[in-house]
């Protein structure tokens, strides 16, 4: 799979440990995000993400600020983005199962590294469901 990535200042260590499962697990990596703790603005490093996913350039997107909300409402200003605000596997689970997320969003200073990685490794793993949720899904855009 073709995966973009994207983080602020909360999640330089975050991102290299999902980059290096993702590598190992032999998907292609696309980094636009920081590799110091310096401040940065999140939605610098969200919305080349969410363009690649909106363009077709990516499968999904992995996006890390600290609480995970700044740059979920950053990416989800894409038409066809679907990000999830994702803080235990069980929430990345349901929201690829009945969302069909196709970003997910991981707040730093509420997970563990560890956490993160079984966050990403649970969203891309899991399958759309379809079915009643398809129609919901389908309502989602404005």
């Not at 980059?19 to 190992?24: A, G």
């Not at 990416?75 to 999830?84: D, E, F, L, M």
Request: some cysteine.
């Amino acid at each position: 799979m073709k995966i973009s990535i994207g983080n602020d200042h909360a999640g330089p260590d975050y991102k290299k440990a999902i980059v290096q499962y993702l590598e190992s697990k032999g998907h292609q990596v696309t980094n636009y995000g920081t590799d110091t703790e310096a401040s940065v603005d999140y939605p610098d490093f969200g919305h080349p993400v969410a363009s690649d996913v909106e363009e077709g350039k990516a499968d999904f997107g992995i996006v890390i600020c600290g609480s995970g909300n700044g740059i979920a409402m950053t990416v989800n200003k894409h038409a066809g983005v679907r990000a999830g605000l994702c803080w235990t596997k069980e929430i990345a689970y349901l929201t690829r199962l009945h969302n069909n997320a196709n970003i997910v969003s991981i707040p730093a200073r509420y997970t563990s590294i560890q956490q993160a990685v079984e966050i990403v490794e649970t969203f891309l793993e899991t399958k759309f469901e379809g079915g009643r949720h398809q129609t919901r899904v389908d309502k989602i855009s404005c």
